[in-house]
């Protein structure tokens, strides 16, 4: 696990970032190439590629250096249940605008916890756009400790709804396999390689699951009256496990129970809000049949203005 891969162009049109919103529901402004100009201060004079596009792509990249390095057996061996995303975002990525993925060497630790991880970054001729790594482990690494046992049955919820005295917001969603491919395509990776009819291959990315997250955000903002057009909210940072054995026995039409915590109010952060812009950290998990936990996560947010004032 000493060669790193070479650093791969990649490039998303609008039409990518247009087959990557509308499989996830995501109706940020920000990604919208009539709406764009809405928002009030948007500095980014266009549309602007998704985030979790972004993170699709860089997972589909290191499936691709798993199998060239042979490393799935080591994941295998070692019982490696969890996939575990972090990154912080520095800036964005526009279409037309190439981009790098740089994957850095494997490293394996075998101690009592054994993990297997990389450190990534996606570049523009700019400068660096993200920053993070993935991590493969037994055990999730983002809200770990957090008891769910409390939950009533949630197909028994009202979607779109606010719920228990702890005001969690629970939007409903389900597996579908053309949305998956869509936002595979959109996210610029062979959407083949993880579904196959004629060899009866269906593997939903792990991020599309997690991607969906956005639009459960902007429907609860929406529930609660936000003006995205005067207040708009950019990702600073993303967090994210998870589960290999679940997410790999998905199918289509699987419900996808997506519950949204009240958010945490922070002044310091990573990534655009590292400057002590104030952020709102969301704790949010996607729960299957029988509130089994498909993913959670972490997802830290800062008003654009607020960004603006420390650029």
């Not at 005001?167 to 993880?194: C, P, T, W």
């Not at 599309?208 to 609860?220: D, G, I, K, T």
Request: with cysteine.
């Amino acid at each position: 696990m000493t060669e790193r891969p070479n650093n791969n162009n990649f490039l998303f049109s609008q039409i990518h970032i247009e087959v990557a919103r509308n499989s996830t529901d995501d109706f940020n402004l920000f990604h919208d190439k009539n709406h764009w100009p809405q928002i009030v201060g948007n500095p980014f004079a266009g549309p602007i590629v998704l985030g979790f596009q972004l993170e699709c792509l860089i997972e589909y990249q290191l499936r691709l250096f798993r199998e060239k390095m042979q490393e799935n057996a080591i994941i295998d061996h070692e019982q490696l249940q969890f996939s575990n995303y972090q990154f912080t975002f520095a800036n964005v990525v526009k279409p037309e605008q190439a981009v790098a993925v740089d994957i850095r060497k494997s490293v394996l630790s075998t101690t009592d916890t054994p993990a297997l991880s990389n450190r990534v970054a996606i570049k523009t001729d700019t400068g660096l756009v993200l920053l993070g790594y993935k991590k493969e482990t037994q055990t999730p690494l983002c809200l770990a400790d957090t008891d769910l046992s409390w939950l009533p049955d949630l197909k028994l919820l009202d979607d779109r709804s606010f719920f228990s005295d702890q005001h969690y917001f629970i939007k409903r969603k389900y597996m579908n396999v053309g949305n998956a491919k869509n936002f595979l395509s959109g996210s610029l990776a062979e959407q083949s390689d993880y579904f196959d009819e004629l060899n009866d291959k269906f593997i939903f990315p792990e991020t599309f699951p997690m991607a969906l997250v956005s639009c459960a955000l902007l429907e609860r903002a929406f529930k609660q009256g936000h003006d995205f057009k005067k207040d708009p909210m950019v990702y600073t940072s993303h967090k994210f496990s998870v589960d290999r054995a679940l997410n790999a026995k998905l199918k289509s039409n699987d419900q996808l129970n997506i519950l949204v915590a009240p958010p945490q109010i922070m002044t310091t952060g990573q990534g655009l809000g590292a400057s002590g812009a104030t952020q709102q950290l969301y704790h949010c998990y996607g729960l299957l049949t029988d509130n089994r936990v498909l993913f959670r996560a972490e997802i830290s947010l800062a008003a654009l203005t607020e960004i603006l004032k420390r650029a």
